[in-house]
Structure formats: structure tokens, C-alpha cells
């Protein structure tokens, strides 16, 4: 069975950072990408961040550009997502997800999502 597993998350001040973790069981991140979403209360599911298969890296949202940074672990079939500088719109509940292969942007071209982590940023 495909399955991603997230943790990490909880609730941290402002300027704080936390690690994700996502961990992959039934299938190896050599032929899987994952990606990082979020979604904040009252708003839309946010691509956040991805790693290809072949550990190609990107950053989707721009309010995350300098202050995540999306990492593998092949020998432990997980992917991290550090998080630093957080800011309190960071706070949302973040879900990984996986595809074959090649990262996208677009949820709906993931096949195997986790049960999310919340992230809560706050004084």
C-alpha cells in the first residue's frame, strides 16, 4: 500500500523555524516525486514546494522563496521541508503528496496524499 506519513509540525513564535517530515512506505522516492501543500483557514489548497524523482527542486509559492528549503533522504524514503523565518501566514495545515516521477503544481496530479501536519505560527 502507498502511503506518505507527515510530522513535524506545531506551534512555533514568529521568526521560528520547524522541519516536515514526510515519509514514503510502499514505493521508493528513486521513482516518486513529492510535493508540499498547505492549506490556511478560508483559503485555497497552496502549492508550497517539490522534489523530483531525480531530486529536482522548486518552490512554488513565492511568500516561501528563501525561507523553505525542500531536501530527500533516499535511504529513508523521506522528504523534509525546512522551514525558516516563519511568519504567521505560514500557518496552515501542510499535506505531502506524491506522483510518478516529475513535480507539479497542480494537486490533482498527485496520487497519494498523507493526513496533513498543522503548523501554527504565533506569538
Known amino acids: 500500500q502507498l502511503q506518505v506519513v507527515e510530522s513535524g509540525g506545531g506551534l512555533v513564535q514568529p521568526g521560528g523555524s520547524l522541519r516536515l517530515s514526510c515519509a514514503a512506505s510502499g514505493f521508493t522516492l528513486d521513482d516518486f516525486a513529492i510535493g508540499w501543500f498547505r492549506r490556511a483557514p478560508g483559503k485555497e489548497r497552496e502549492g508550497v514546494s517539490c522534489?523530483?524523482?531525480?531530486?529536482?527542486?522548486?518552490n512554488y509559492a513565492a511568500s516561501v522563496k528563501g525561507r523553505f528549503t525542500i531536501s530527500k533522504d533516499n535511504a529513508r524514503n523521506t522528504v523534509y521541508l525546512q522551514m525558516n523565518s516563519l511568519k504567521p501566514e505560514d500557518t496552515a495545515v501542510y499535506y505531502c503528496a506524491a506522483r510518478r516521477y516529475y513535480c507539479s503544481v497542480y494537486a490533482s496530479e498527485y496520487n497519494v496524499w498523507g493526513q496533513g501536519t498543522q503548523v501554527t505560527v504565533s506569538s
Open positions: 522534489i523530483s524523482s531525480t531530486n529536482r527542486s522548486g
